[in-house]
Nanobody, 125 residues
């Protein structure tokens, strides 16, 4: 129903910044909860950050609080993840996802039905 395309990943030195973008097509996402997840080799997929449909309620994993910022522009049907002060442990494939719910109290991957292909983020030490 919804197609997602992530962009903005790449190679960056520790302490650097990146901004990831998630462009949605096929359906508007203004009524949906959106999320960013990541998965490193040998690790389980974990939630990074989510944002409710209206953009006023957000969730951040403890590991990224104070460094990452999620935002959305419903007019552009796009969600962003600004990543500052990147660390080598942030290295992973980052996925954008959509939940049919307008909000999720305690987000997990099971709450999200549509996923993008992911974009690689590599942070060198």
């Amino acid at each position: 129903q919804v197609q997602l395309e992530e962009s903005g990943g790449g190679l960056v030195q520790a302490g650097g910044s990146l901004r990831l973008s998630c462009a949605a097509s096929g359906r508007t996402i203004d009524n949906y909860h959106m999320g960013w997840f990541r998965q490193a080799p040998g690790k389980e997929r974990e939630v990074v950050s989510t944002i409710n449909s209206g953009g006023w309620r957000t969730y951040y994993a403890d590991s990224v609080k104070g460094r990452f910022t999620i935002s959305r522009d419903n007019a552009k049907n796009t969600v962003y993840l600004r990543m500052n002060s990147l660390k080598p442990e942030d290295t992973a494939i980052y996925f954008c996802a959509v939940s049919e719910k307008s909000y999720v109290v305690s987000p997990s991957s099971a709450d999200f039905g549509s996923w993008g292909q992911g974009t690689q983020v590599t942070v060198s030490s």
